[in-house]
């Protein structure tokens, strides 16, 4: 199945280190690849996306994500976290092939600690 | 602040109310959809307007019924609604039914009584 996989639940990370939060895919073709964030009591917020070109994405906050072929991963990264980057993170994945759709991964609530 | 605008915040009602809930976009968006979220899950897709036609029925229960007025408006009707049912209900839009990243509006949290 055509899907996309966020394998943690939740990452911890002190504020200042640099911080990770992965995603793996199974699509065929070509993947269009999202992150989204959302904070509490939000909507999501669309950080940056890999449609085509240049593998090192970058996004909104100073976010940027790296677009794997080989390992089909495009893992979320930032050099510095905040405290205020503390939310939950989905992955999300467009598939044409199956009505135009984007499905989500399962998300990964990243808190920040002090 | 979010260019999707939805209201109401919160809303409660008794399984026997009928409600709706609003959602406005005037950034000339031609598709928008309506997600349900339950807390700390990834949204889960109810139905999709392209053009102000209903295009994608995610088989979701006649109690929830959509409607799309105009190109900014999309309306979602409630009634007689389980307490399975209560959760963060989302709308979105994007320009077209493409890759183009969607824009959320900060949802309706609604519980059922």
């Known amino acids: 199945a055509q899907s996309v996989a966020q394998p943690e639940d939740q990452v911890n990370v002190a504020e200042g280190n640099p911080l990770t939060v992965k995603c793996t895919y199974s699509?065929?073709?070509?993947?269009?690849l999202f992150w989204y964030v959302q904070y509490p009591n939000r909507g999501l917020q669309f950080l940056l996306k890999?449609?085509?070109?240049?593998?090192l994405v970058k996004g909104s906050y100073g976010f940027e994500a790296e677009f794997n072929k080989s390992q089909t991963s495009f893992h979320l990264k930032k050099p510095s976290a905040l405290v205020s980057d503390s939310a939950l993170y989905f992955c999300?994945?467009?598939?044409?092939?199956?009505?135009?759709?984007?499905?989500f991964g399962t998300g990964t609530s990243l808190t920040v600690i002090p | 602040d979010t260019e999707v605008t939805q209201t109401p915040k919160h809303l409660v009602m008794g399984m026997t109310n009928k409600k709706s809930l609003k959602c406005e976009q005037h950034m000339g968006h031609r598709a928008m959809y309506w997600y349900k979220q339950k807390a700390k899950k990834p949204p889960e897709l109810m139905f999709v307007?392209?053009?102000?036609?209903?295009?994608i029925n995610e088989s979701v229960p006649s109690r929830f019924s959509p409607e799309c007025p105009n190109s900014s408006l999309l309306n979602l009707h409630l009634h007689a609604l389980q307490p399975e049912d209560s959760a963060l209900y989302l709308c979105?839009?994007?320009?077209?039914?493409?890759?183009?990243?969607?824009?959320f509006g900060d949802g309706t949290r609604l519980s059922i009584l």
């Open positions: 999300a994945v467009f598939l044409s092939n199956t009505g135009n759709q984007f499905y």
């Open positions: 979105a839009s994007s320009p077209d039914r493409d890759y183009q990243p969607q824009h």
């Open positions: 307007y392209s053009y102000e036609k209903l295009s």
């Open positions: 699509v065929s073709g070509n993947p269009y």
């Open positions: 890999y449609i085509t070109g240049d593998n």
